[in-house]
């Protein structure tokens, strides 16, 4: 993954580069670095550890022309020496990359027979000697023909010693430059341009542009091409914590207003089917969501509600392993659920599934995300800018998207309806369960000291104990597990015990009495049992331990609320532990390598 950031302008360009390394840090945050060319070297800072770090290199540095990166590694451990920017052996040229070089060993090898020597040990240093070994003044035809030894994906931002701007670069890994007023910038994300300009330009696969403070040259497949301009929907305010402690307690926050905004203009009372923001396409006979962690989830949830409501087959599959014959999907719909749009294994099934056949639709929050190229149509999900690592508010949007999916192609009935009505009322009842947040903290305090969790539930919920056990893991560093409710006398119960509590999700449905049951034999083995059960629910509290309280709910939108419980069960319990919530140790938000 990584992040990177470019300035070329008239302003001081490390500041810039460091207030943008901010923004893409949710990326990758192990070790960051800055270059700075001057007349003669690349004047490189770089160091183990987020983005702060670097707020203490020594005054005096200048430049107004930079590139900057913030690191999650792949090839070579976290470590000063493989922290970017990476130079040449002469120290004159620079570069920082997201992405994977697979040929890397090959190029270094023939590299190092020609007398280069390298610093580090990552893939990406092969590029800033592959560079200086064309460079005869020209940077871009140095950049070009570099780039054409290699194989595998990159995005990356160079600059030389006596050039004054930037040459930028994209394949297979995100870039998007922003034109400002006498300075220009790239990045890996738009949010890192937001502060200087809204006005961007997102790179195709290939391109390569040169950055001056006053201009942007753009080459396609070795032409020059006019730059397309597009504004950015968000603003720089929403990038802000806006007085709560953590991104992540904001983002759980905001979930009503994402819920309301999802599906402003979808549903109506006169008719039950959902209009979608997509084009209209031949209806299917089969359908399939596709997924990687939180946004895999939300595919297996489209999975169970779709089942309820059409008579269409549908199914889930882990992005990454779905591999479907070529030919054998014509008629399906393949709905891809990335909210960054850029991972890698998800891209790489979409490619597959057009290959089967498939018609694709991308369910994603980020404008022009690679995922949008790759697919056939794109449903944006209007979830603003996500920074905590941990998916929770566009998880929310995933599940409105994946049900109006579902209540577009299901046939019209009375039941229908019924849950125009229920996704209406959403919103107020997450926002009930919110403000409801009090009966959460005290859980989370009697089970911040367990090191193990089980999550169980059964039908439409099971998503959410997987889901659930993802975000403990993920932020409370728990290690929790979810299961359907039925398997878990297949083999997990020889570990429980006094010391592994189970969350039993039990709202009222058909499933109830099986859970009550799957409840009292887990009991019988000593385990403590909390339910998470529907208000009106008394039936419950004699059977376990505590009961957390939803709002009630249709049984099909039970899940929007456990997983909210969920959430914030987790973050209280991360925040009692006093971890680094947003920015869990090894995570990064955005996975653009296999
Ligand atoms: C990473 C993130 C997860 C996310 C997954 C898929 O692993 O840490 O939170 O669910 O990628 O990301 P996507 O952008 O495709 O939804």
Not at 13 to 30: F, N, S, T
Not at 138 to 152: C, I, P, Q, S
Not at 408 to 434: D, N, W
């Amino acid at each position: 993954m990584c992040g990177i950031v470019a300035y070329t302008g008239a302003q001081e360009a490390y500041p810039i580069l460091l207030r943008g390394l901010k923004r893409v840090e949710y990326r990758g945050y192990d070790s960051c670095g800055v270059a700075l060319p001057h007349s003669e070297r690349v004047q490189v800072y770089k160091d183990l550890g987020a983005v702060d770090t670097l707020k203490g290199t020594p005054d005096g540095i200048q430049g107004n022309t930079g590139i900057a990166h913030t690191r999650w590694a792949t090839v070579g451990e976290p470590s000063q020496a493989n922290a970017h920017p990476h130079s040449d052996c002469t120290r004159r040229i620079a570069i920082v990359h997201n992405g994977d070089i697979d040929n890397f060993l090959d190029l270094k090898q023939e590299l190092q027979d020609q007398g280069h020597s390298f610093s580090s040990q990552t893939d990406s240093e092969v590029i800033a000697h592959l560079i200086e070994r064309e460079y005869d003044g020209d940077l871009k035809a140095a950049v070009t023909k570099a780039t054409a030894r290699l194989e595998g994906s990159y995005a990356i931002a160079v600059v030389a010693a006596g050039f004054p701007g930037v040459v930028v670069m994209r394949k297979d890994s995100p870039l998007v430059l922003g034109l400002g007023n006498g300075e220009n910038l790239a990045a890996s994300d738009a949010p890192a341009l937001l502060e200087r300009t809204k006005r961007v330009v997102y790179l195709e696969d290939g391109d390569l542009a040169v950055l001056r403070p006053e201009s942007v040259e753009l080459w396609r497949n070795g032409a020059q091409v006019e730059l397309t301009v597009q504004e950015v929907a968000w603003n720089v305010t929403e990038l802000d914590r806006a007085g709560y402690p953590h991104f992540m307690l904001k983002e759980i926050h905001e979930q009503p207003r994402v819920i309301r905004d999802t599906l402003a203009g979808r549903i109506s009372l006169t008719d039950p089917r959902a209009t979608l923001p997509i084009a209209a396409h031949k209806a299917p006979s089969r359908v399939i969501f596709i997924g990687c962690g939180t946004s895999y989830h939300a595919a297996l949830t489209g999975q169970y509600f779709f089942s309820q409501v059409s008579p269409l087959p549908v199914n889930a599959y882990v992005a990454s392993e779905f591999d479907p014959a070529p030919g054998t999907l014509r008629d399906t719909w393949v709905v891809a659920l990335s909210q960054s749009g850029e991972t890698a294994d998800t891209i790489n099934a979409i490619r597959k599934a057009r290959t089967a056949g498939a018609w694709t639709v991308a369910v994603t929050n980020v404008m022009s995300s690679s995922i949008t190229r790759a697919t056939d149509d794109v449903f944006y999900m209007q979830a603003g800018p996500e920074v905590s690592v941990a998916a929770t508010k566009t998880f929310m949007a995933q599940l409105v998207a994946v049900y109006l999916l579902a209540m577009h192609l299901a046939p019209r009935s009375t039941a229908l309806a019924e849950l125009v009505g229920e996704l209406r009322a959403m919103p107020s009842k997450v926002q009930r369960l919110i403000n409801a947040e009090s009966q959460i903290k005290a859980l989370a305090a009697k089970l911040t000291r367990y090191d193990h969790m089980f999550l169980i539930a059964r039908g439409i919920n099971v998503p959410m104990a997987l889901e659930g056990a993802l975000k403990l893991k993920e932020v409370a560093y728990l290690h929790a597990e979810g299961f359907a409710a039925g398997e878990l006398k297949h083999g997990p119960f020889a570990l429980l015990g006094l010391n592994t509590p189970v969350i039993a999700m039990a709202p009222h449905d058909g499933q109830y009495p099986r859970m009550l049951t799957a409840i009292k034999e887990i009991k019988a083995r000593g385990a403590p049992v909390t339910a998470i059960a529907f208000q009106d629910d008394t039936e419950l509290e004699r059977f376990v331990d505590d009961v957390l309280h939803i709002p009630v709910a249709h049984p099909l939108f039970a899940p929007w609320l456990n997983t909210v419980a969920l959430q914030l069960l987790s973050y209280s319990i991360a925040e009692l532990r006093g971890l680094p919530i947003d920015k869990p140790r090894h995570l990064a938000k955005s996975v653009t390598v296999f």
